[in-house]
């Protein structure tokens, strides 16, 4: 049975970071030292939620992007564009937004406008809180944000993978039409297990779904996102037999756990005021997961191709 297909394009100036950005997602950490200068286009392919995910790294130089313009098949059919941006080079700005802009208007004119997302990278942990950096952030926003055309904005930096894998993940799965259901039974799991954030992930890290209560448990969860790979880690040892993983943070509790929907691996983050929250799940994950079999099939169904 074939794998139904999704073109996912990576675009920018030279060296706005969209290859170490793959890599991170990839998690081949050793070769981001030594990147070269993307010659042309570059495909990777990533298997997400049974779907044969393409991936174009388009590189940035000057001589790339004219040749891209005379052959407009390089963005036809495209389902989500990724337009990286590096914020320390402010000088170029306005050369990315006409970039930017040249891409848009080719989707017009092709009459499919994909989900775009646009990584302001390179927001890196120390410079993060800078003023000259919150600046140009805001300027980044105000500059490519386009009235007829939906972006979504992410911050992001190799130093924080999950600050990558966070806009990845949106602009995946904003193409799915089952995301609302998916809502209400992550809502509903919530009100079952006492939990203040859920964060559902596939076997790629790639964030299906969440729930927060309010916007201080969502910063927590996200702060806590690296726990996962901690527990992925332990599982992998082949001496330890590591079901769940749960601490308790204060007043509230946390619960990670794999778990299998439709013969594939899913994490299940948790934080719950349950004080017995590994009975409360050991209870209700059952259910929850045989709701999850019919919502995670075909979830991300392609758009339709003109």
Same mark, same amino acid.
């Given at each position: 049975?074939?794998?139904?297909? =999704?073109?996912?394009?990576?675009?920018?100036?030279?060296?706005?970071?969209? @290859? #170490?950005?793959?890599?991170?997602?990839?998690?081949?950490?050793?070769?981001?030292?030594?990147?070269?200068?993307? /010659?042309?286009?570059?495909?990777?392919?990533?298997?997400?939620?049974?779907?044969?995910?393409?991936?174009?790294?388009? &590189?940035?130089?000057? *001589?790339?992007?004219?040749? $891209?313009?005379?052959?407009?098949? $390089?963005?036809?059919?495209?389902?989500?564009?990724?337009?990286?941006?590096?914020?320390?080079?402010?000088?170029?700005?306005?050369?990315?937004?006409?970039?930017?802009?040249?891409?848009?208007?080719?989707?017009?004119?092709? &009459?499919?406008?994909?989900?775009?997302?646009?990584?302001?990278?390179?927001?890196?942990?120390?410079?993060?809180?800078?003023?000259?950096?919150?600046?140009?952030?805001?300027?980044?926003?105000?500059?490519?944000?386009?009235?007829?055309?939906?972006?979504?904005?992410?911050?992001?930096?190799? $130093?924080?993978?999950?600050?990558?894998?966070?806009?990845?993940?949106?602009?995946?799965t904003s193409l799915s039409n089952k995301g609302p259901?998916?809502?209400?039974?992550?809502?509903?799991?919530? #009100?079952?297990?006492?939990? +203040?954030?859920?964060? =559902?992930?596939?076997?790629?890290?790639?964030?299906? &779904?969440?729930?927060? !209560?309010? !916007?201080?448990? /969502?910063?927590?969860?996200?702060?806590?996102?690296?726990?996962?790979?901690?527990?992925?880690?332990?599982?992998?040892?082949?001496?330890?037999?590591? @079901?769940?993983?749960?601490?308790?943070?204060?007043?509230?509790?946390?619960?990670?756990?794999r778990i299998e929907v439709n013969k594939e691996p899913? $994490?299940?983050?948790?934080?719950?005021?349950?004080?017995?929250? &590994?009975?409360?799940? *050991?209870? @209700?994950?059952?259910?929850?997961?045989?709701? =999850?079999?019919? +919502?995670?099939?075909?979830?991300?169904?392609?758009? !339709?191709? =003109?």
């Amino acid at each position: 049975m074939n794998k139904k297909m =999704l073109k996912v394009l990576f675009a920018g100036l030279h060296n706005s970071g969209k @290859t #170490s950005i793959l890599l991170a997602l990839q998690k081949k950490y050793s070769q981001i030292s030594g990147i070269k200068p993307t /010659k042309g286009v570059e495909r990777v392919g990533f298997d997400v939620l049974g779907l044969d995910l393409k991936v174009w790294d388009m &590189g940035g130089q000057t *001589e790339f992007r004219e040749k $891209y313009f005379e052959k407009e098949e $390089y963005f036809s059919q495209t389902d989500v564009l990724f337009y990286v941006i590096d914020i320390l080079d402010f000088r170029k700005y306005y050369e990315a937004l006409t970039y930017f802009l040249k891409i848009i208007e080719i989707f017009k004119n092709q &009459g499919k406008m994909p989900k775009i997302v646009i990584f302001i990278h390179k927001i890196d942990p120390d410079i993060q809180n800078d003023k000259i950096i919150l600046e140009n952030m805001q300027k980044i926003h105000l500059l490519f944000t386009q009235d007829e055309v939906e972006i979504a904005f992410f911050n992001t930096t190799i $130093y924080n993978e999950w600050s990558i894998i966070q806009g990845f993940s949106y602009g995946l799965t904003s193409l799915s039409n089952k995301g609302p259901a998916l809502e209400t039974q992550l809502k509903e799991f919530a #009100s079952q297990t006492n939990s +203040t954030f859920i964060l =559902l992930l596939d076997k790629n890290r790639v964030m299906i &779904g969440s729930y927060k !209560e309010d !916007e201080m448990h /969502k910063i927590l969860g996200d702060r806590l996102m690296p726990i996962i790979d901690i527990y992925s880690d332990i599982r992998n040892l082949s001496h330890y037999k590591l @079901t769940n993983l749960i601490a308790q943070l204060s007043d509230v509790n946390l619960f990670v756990q794999r778990i299998e929907v439709n013969k594939e691996p899913y $994490y299940l983050m948790i934080i719950s005021r349950s004080s017995s929250i &590994g009975k409360v799940i *050991e209870k @209700t994950l059952p259910e929850f997961v045989k709701r =999850l079999e019919e +919502t995670l099939e075909e979830f991300l169904l392609p758009i !339709e191709k =003109l």
